[in-house]
């Protein structure tokens, strides 16, 4: 049977939905920032103000999910197939998302005919971005395992990396596991500090349509739509490739996996999806997204070690960015590419995609290793997505995290904790979540 605090269905008043208020603050940035534009930048503040809200509890969530989730579920050897699982998922869907950008790079061909200078192009514009991309080409496979180990257990939280809070927690909660019934109280504690977070996330989210209306003003009053007119092909380019990933690819999975229609999915997540799309960033959502896959179904256990690793290693629409960019870039400034170079493209591709998530400029500093890699591209052709990247952003940040929703449910699928029948209802609107007046659900999967 199912247990959860999830309220019934019910009709309130359209100003009191977090969607709907979330809308509103998106629509009146977009005014702001057309008829007050120097006005609208000013109130950049009020993001930076949310975002850093959530990401003050993300590391504590995250630690407390994931240690409860395996002290809870008795069985190491589960917790490291729910692992496995997810790794191979995650390789495997990267791949496919590379050659989905490689392949709509060669069919649309978005860069031909702008017959870029290279020499015209500003070499200073990425000297930002050099040095974060020397450190992640430069370090290899090994520097990058002991990147994810942290120097101290408080370093972790004090630098909210997820990954390192991810593994100390992972080590922490298997040790509880095995130490058993003496530590019984350890674990008590720790489930108590969760519902403590995410009583405090309720708060936070609150002011969620603050964050969309500060995020949005800024945006549109500093870069206004004239900056999206020279590169209009890659944006668009991008954001129907998401789109196609999102409905064919992820979609099918979705329904052959779990059962589940990705339409009712994406709804499910609306308010996540909106305030994603006006931060272009994902890590505001990060506790809002776990706190709803449980709600619908899916055990804490998969749902902690699922999407916190995700995170970093399945970057679905940011790997269809990084061949879409690369063969772009080739395209713009008439690089011929031989079938050897794509291949290395993609093989580099494979590598340099993974890890780098939270190093500021990810994208270009990522680009720019993938580049520095494939000796036949000018390095220098970056120049030309800086002025694009928060829309192609916006996109990014989207897919990365609807792909992470989506492996989430699917690995659940395959384990056998998944509550479909309670999916199905949640996804259909007859139980609904309330994210700023819940506690944490328990939801067991079904037997």
Same mark, same amino acid.
Request: glycine content about 8%; hydrophobic content about 55%; proline content about 4%.
């Given at each position: 049977?199912?247990?959860?605090?999830?309220?019934?269905?019910?009709?309130?008043?359209?100003?009191?939905?977090?969607?709907?208020?979330?809308?509103?603050?998106?629509?009146?940035?977009?005014?702001?920032?057309?008829?007050?534009?120097?006005?609208?930048?000013?109130?950049?503040?009020?993001?930076?103000?949310?975002?850093?809200?959530?990401?003050?509890?993300?590391?504590?969530?995250?630690?407390?999910?994931?240690?409860?989730?395996?002290?809870?579920?008795?069985?190491?050897?589960?917790?490291?197939?729910?692992?496995?699982?997810?790794?191979?998922?995650?390789?495997?869907?990267?791949? +496919? !998302? @590379?050659? *989905?950008? /490689?392949? #709509?790079?060669? =069919?649309?061909?978005?860069?031909? &005919?702008? %017959? $870029?200078?290279?020499?015209?192009?500003?070499?200073?514009?990425?000297?930002?971005?050099?040095?974060?991309?020397?450190?992640?080409?430069?370090?290899?496979?090994?520097?990058?395992?002991?990147?994810?180990?942290?120097?101290?257990?408080?370093?972790?939280?004090?630098?909210?990396?997820?990954?390192?809070?991810?593994?100390?927690?992972?080590?922490?909660?298997?040790?509880?596991?095995?130490?058993?019934?003496?530590?019984?109280?350890?674990?008590?504690?720790?489930?108590?500090?969760?519902?403590?977070?995410?009583?405090?996330?309720?708060?936070?989210?609150?002011?969620?349509?603050?964050?969309?209306?500060?995020?949005?003003?800024?945006?549109?009053?500093?870069?206004?739509?004239?900056?999206?007119?020279?590169?209009?092909?890659?944006?668009?380019?991008?954001?129907?490739? +998401? !789109? @196609?990933? *999102?409905? /064919?690819? #992820?979609?099918? =999975?979705?329904?052959?996996?779990? &059962?589940? %229609? $990705?339409?009712?999915?994406?709804?499910?997540?609306?308010?996540?999806?909106?305030?994603?799309?006006?931060?272009?960033?994902?890590?505001?959502?990060?506790?809002?997204?776990?706190?709803?896959?449980?709600?619908?179904?899916?055990?804490?256990?998969?749902?902690?070690?699922?999407?916190?690793?995700?995170?970093?290693?399945?970057?679905?629409?940011?790997?269809?960015?990084?061949?879409?960019?690369?063969?772009?870039?080739?395209?713009?400034?008439?690089?011929?590419?031989?079938?050897?170079?794509?291949?290395?493209?993609?093989?580099?591709?494979?590598?340099?995609?993974?890890?780098?998530?939270?190093?500021?400029?990810?994208?270009?500093?990522?680009?720019?290793?993938?580049?520095?890699?494939?000796?036949?591209?000018?390095?220098?052709?970056?120049?030309?997505?800086?002025?694009?990247?928060?829309? *192609?952003?916006?996109?990014?940040?989207?897919?990365?995290?609807?792909?992470?929703?989506?492996?989430?449910?699917?690995?659940?699928?395959?384990?056998?904790?998944?509550?479909?029948?309670?999916?199905?209802?949640?996804?259909?609107?007859?139980?609904?979540?309330?994210?700023?007046?819940?506690?944490?659900?328990?939801?067991?999967?079904?037997?």
């Amino acid at each position: 049977m199912t247990s959860a605090t999830i309220a019934a269905a019910r009709r309130a008043p359209l100003y009191k939905s977090l969607f709907a208020q979330v809308v509103a603050g998106l629509v009146l940035g977009i005014a702001l920032g057309v008829l007050a534009p120097e006005f609208a930048v000013g109130l950049k503040f009020f993001s930076d103000a949310f975002l850093k809200l959530i990401s003050m509890i993300v590391a504590p969530i995250v630690f407390c999910v994931v240690v409860h989730g395996i002290a809870g579920a008795g069985d190491l050897k589960k917790v490291g197939r729910v692992g496995g699982k997810a790794l191979i998922y995650f390789e495997v869907m990267t791949t +496919v !998302a @590379l050659a *989905v950008g /490689l392949i #709509l790079a060669y =069919v649309i061909r978005p860069g031909v &005919g702008m %017959n $870029i200078n290279t020499a015209s192009l500003d070499a200073n514009a990425l000297s930002a971005y050099a040095e974060n991309a020397h450190k992640l080409q430069g370090g290899g496979f090994g520097a990058f395992i002991l990147n994810i180990i942290p120097s101290t257990s408080f370093d972790a939280f004090a630098r909210n990396d997820v990954l390192e809070v991810l593994f100390f927690a992972i080590v922490f909660g298997v040790s509880l596991a095995l130490v058993g019934e003496p530590a019984k109280q350890v674990a008590e504690l720790v489930d108590a500090t969760s519902k403590v977070l995410f009583r405090a996330m309720g708060l936070i989210v609150r002011l969620a349509p603050l964050g969309v209306l500060g995020a949005v003003a800024y945006t549109v009053g500093k870069y206004g739509v004239r900056s999206l007119e020279e590169l209009a092909s890659l944006v668009v380019v991008f954001w129907i490739a +998401v !789109a @196609l990933f *999102v409905v /064919l690819v #992820l979609g099918t =999975v979705l329904k052959l996996a779990a &059962g589940l %229609n $990705i339409f009712r999915f994406l709804a499910y997540f609306r308010e996540e999806l909106t305030i994603v799309l006006a931060t272009a960033s994902s890590d505001a959502v990060l506790p809002q997204i776990m706190r709803k896959l449980e709600a619908m179904g899916v055990r804490p256990e998969v749902v902690g070690l699922v999407v916190p690793t995700g995170y970093s290693f399945n970057l679905d629409a940011f790997s269809i960015y990084l061949t879409l960019a690369t063969v772009f870039i080739a395209q713009a400034t008439n690089t011929p590419l031989s079938f050897g170079d794509l291949m290395l493209i993609l093989g580099i591709s494979l590598i340099t995609s993974k890890g780098a998530h939270g190093m500021p400029g990810s994208a270009i500093v990522i680009l720019a290793a993938t580049l520095n890699a494939v000796p036949a591209i000018p390095t220098i052709g970056l120049v030309l997505l800086l002025s694009i990247d928060w829309f *192609v952003g916006m996109a990014r940040a989207l897919g990365n995290l609807i792909g992470n929703c989506v492996a989430t449910v699917v690995i659940a699928a395959w384990e056998d904790d998944l509550d479909a029948p309670l999916a199905r209802r949640v996804l259909a609107g007859d139980v609904t979540v309330d994210l700023t007046t819940d506690s944490l659900p328990a939801v067991q999967a079904a037997e």
